[in-house]
């Protein structure tokens, strides 16, 4: 099993432009969450979908991002204009239940916004 | 508002000796409390975890320690080694307000160094 696949690894983006980061959940997998990891505020839950479906997106921090998840092996969250606060690591968890205890964590993708 | 405090930040020790990290929390709904290890470039991996019915898990080197009316619990890894080196994430897990989901709530992380 490859794990949890998210692309790019690493993005360097100039303020206001789109951003778009890739997962690719564990296969089989009903539940994919995003989170942010910064120095000064840690891991933080950005969204959490169930069988596709956003079931809270009450982490996003603002309209200017959004996630989707057309379907079971694929998701991207998307910053639109992009700001250098926005600099963070992202990551992408999956697991088969929406139970967190099982869930496998992603790469990351190292996202710089100057 | 943090609902999990981890401390310290940053922890240096020597091989073979033992690394304690805590953690406390405040949300009495908070019912599994998982670490997770997280070396450089990589995502968190679960390390180990404990229910609050339980004082003490051990598994291998590290153990986790369960004050449950203190709200509070702790990793140890004993004869810490080198390859122990990275950044340690305690958690908390409960369901949320609408009780059909869970959602886990980290600390900041503590960056543990082991010295050869």
């Known amino acids: 099993d490859a794990g949890v696949i998210q692309s790019p690894r690493h993005e360097v983006t100039e303020m206001g432009q789109e951003v778009t980061l890739r997962c690719k959940p564990i296969s089989g997998h009903n539940s994919l969450f995003w989170y942010r990891q910064t120095m000064m505020r840690g891991l933080e839950l950005l969204i959490y979908f169930n069988n596709n479906v956003p079931i809270d997106d009450s982490g996003m921090p603002e309209d200017r991002f959004s996630a989707k998840m057309p379907n079971a092996s694929f998701s991207t969250l998307k910053i639109q204009p992009s700001e250098p606060r926005d600099s963070a690591v992202y990551f992408c968890?999956?697991?088969?239940?929406?139970?967190?205890?099982?869930?496998?964590f992603g790469q990351g993708t190292r996202l710089t916004v100057v | 508002q943090q609902q999990v405090k981890q401390s310290p930040q940053s922890l240096i020790v020597q091989k073979g000796g033992i690394s304690i990290i805590n953690c406390a929390y405040e949300?009495?709904?908070?019912?599994?409390f998982p670490w997770y290890q997280q070396f450089p470039g990589k995502g968190p991996a679960l390390l180990i975890a404990?229910?609050?019915?339980?004082s003490e898990k051990k598994e291998g080197r590290f153990t986790i320690s369960f004050n449950k009316s203190a709200k509070q619990f702790s990793l140890h890894i004993m004869d810490s080694q080198p390859g122990d080196s990275a950044t340690y994430f305690c958690?908390?897990?409960?369901?949320?307000?609408?009780?059909?989901?869970?959602?886990?709530?980290f600390g900041k992380g503590t960056l543990l160094t082991v010295n050869p």
């Open positions: 949300n009495t709904a908070f019912d599994y």
């Open positions: 404990i229910r609050p019915d339980v």
């Open positions: 958690a908390a897990l409960a369901l949320n307000s609408g009780g059909s989901n869970y959602k886990l709530t």
């Open positions: 968890a999956s697991s088969l239940t929406a139970n967190l205890r099982w869930a496998f």
